[in-house]
């Protein structure tokens, strides 16, 4: 089933607010509402600029953001900003270039 550009949008937007409620959870001590939103802010900014929108390339996007929540939860010294840097270079690794 093919799906639009809004949707797939709408699904990495959906993943990056996940992520950042992971964070305020996993990291309530060092992480304030600011810093989640914008750290959403960020991770969706550069999959806007790195064809995360694509039918070949959301799938990936959204799951990256889920390596970076796992990321957080399995190492407690990881920080918001390791986390962020994870997605990236995992969804840059694994990215269709079409």
Known sequence: ?????????????EAC???GTHLLRVR??????ND???AMREI???????EAFTEANY????RTIVFGQQLLESYKTSTANDAVAA???VYKDLMSES
């Open 1 to 13: 089933v093919k799906t639009t550009e809004a949707e797939r949008r709408s699904k990495v937007a």
């Open 87 to 89: 997605i990236q270079s």
């Open 59 to 62: 799938g990936i996007a959204v």
């Open 17 to 19: 607010v996940d992520f």
């Open 36 to 38: 989640a939103h914008r």
């Open 28 to 33: 309530p001590s060092s992480v304030t509402a």
């Open 44 to 50: 969706f900014e550069w999959f806007e600029a790195h």
